[in-house]
């Protein structure tokens, strides 16, 4: 059996040259719907993974009980205070605590070659910042000084947005701050915000309390107690999560709507794909209803026709889901877009991030349409009477 | 009339035995009779020629002898096989051990080389490589086309490609040829060349050759001629080789 396969589907095989342009359809049809499936998912995890690898296990944030996000909370000096002297709480080399109440707002910043505004994030933070999150460094320029209208940009937002360069003046509250350095946070979603120093901005937005505190634990395990120990303390309501879990929780619904997107685009186009494939292996079939009927004349069974018209399907849906794949590897990965958050209704900048288990997802769905699309040829090729399909001569 | 033909059985030297047999196709709610309750019998060894009209069921009977087709009724004996009672797969197994074709137009897989379309039928053995090698070497030199071996069809002149043909016919080592229009794409000389090819295999050695020609020259390489017309055996006419 496994003879006749080998037999009638290396003859399908080498007869593709002659058949080239309806073989082509297949190929270029499913490169078509792995590429632009593979790079909108390579979208949605970027943006997954940009999210998700914000924080550490042994950070804890704080906001006000019930706040969905930092933009809703609020957290008065008072309390700030009794959280960082709460019990898990990691100190400094100088013994006070590792703990950094941060105002959050949104100003107006521009994309490269648009007018549009776009909600950046700025963080009202300290210079201990760079202790407290230690992925966080400057890679140009210098740290705001404390008191003094100046702003660090990440990275990300520095790539994304226009007029963000050292020396360039940002719009902040009253006026515009220059900007005096360039930090980057490893790729995560600090990366997309201004950093500028917190009295300056209490001043310049006359608010007085804070949107979250984040606190460096003693360790992973100390979350339990620093988180008993606030949530038990009847004078404060505050919420607190580990860092890494309150930002994930940002990205889920727009992760989902871009994944949901990605997978929606490849079901549409992979039914047009399918339609094609189907197209092209009943003209495959049909231009070979001699040779596959000779064969079954010559005693080779149905099975090995139909796996063979199956396994050509699957060779030239393979081929083009290794081109799809790869124009989408190419093309996309580490690609760097920003885009609406509106979890928090802020721009997060991020890159496409094709991984290899979404090649083998675009390798499955080529699979499942080469499959599909070449069954129902290869059932008719093995159905057809041997001796009607013989004087199809 | 040939006796031995119309029913009176001789068993022992019977290859191909139909009794009753019956062939019909629907065609919308008609159904059309091909064959009607034919009886026949063909020696081991002979060569029959078929003619008739078209749309006499000459096609139909040769499809029937070799398997390719099975009958609306009545029994088809090849050998100790009944065919009529074979499922399509065991009457693809048994085509592939039992008969060999051949074909107006050749049929030869134009991706393959002359020596690879005659190893095909060698593929449902279960010989290995090098023996597959030496049985395709043999049955082109019977056809004596040993030196056009790497060729593709296309490469092959019509005469050249129908003997390839037959050599794939043979490579098994069936008992029975079935051989419809062997001569219908070649000129005069090229089909004497194919008809005496064929006398040789049946005269030395030994295959029975069931052969559907519209041919009258064709016909005279036979033995053996009958006619059908309108689904019935009108008329036997003995030619000796």
Known sequence: MIQQIYAVTAMNLRSIPSRLGTSAVIVIGIAGVVGVMVALLAMGAGFQATLASTGEDDRAIVMRSGSLDELSSVVIREHAAILAEAPGVASNSAGEPLAIGELFMLTNV?????????NVVVRGTTPQVLNLRHEARLVEGRMFQPGVREVVVGIGAQRQFSGLQIGDLVEVREGAWPIVGVFETGGDVHESEIWVDREALVTASRRSAWNSVTVQLEDAASFTTFKDAITSDPRLKLQVQREPDYYASRSEAMGQMITGLGYTVAVIMGIGALFGALNTMYAAVATRTVEIATLRALGFGSVPVVISVLLEALVLALLGALIGGALAYLFFNGYSVSTLNFQTFSQVAFAFRVSGALLVQGMIVACLIGLVGGLFPAVRAARMPVADALRAS | MNKERFGEIDVAETLVRLEGVAKSYRRGNQDIAVLDALNLNIERGDFLALMGPSGSGKSTLLNLVGGLDKPTRGSITVGDARLDQMSGGQLARWRAHHVGFVFQFYNLLGVLSAEKNVEVPLLLTKLSKAQRRKHVATALD?????????????????????RVAIARALVGDPDLLVCDEPTGDLDRSTADEILNLLQVLNRDHGKTIVMVTHDPKAAEAARQTLHLDKGKLVEAQGVAA
């Open chain 1, 110 to 118: 521009a994309k490269h070659d648009a007018v549009e505004p776009n």
């Open chain 2, 142 to 162: 019977v056809v004596g086309l040993a030196d056009r071996a790497r060729h593709k069809p296309s490469e092959l002149s019509g005469g050249q490609a129908q």
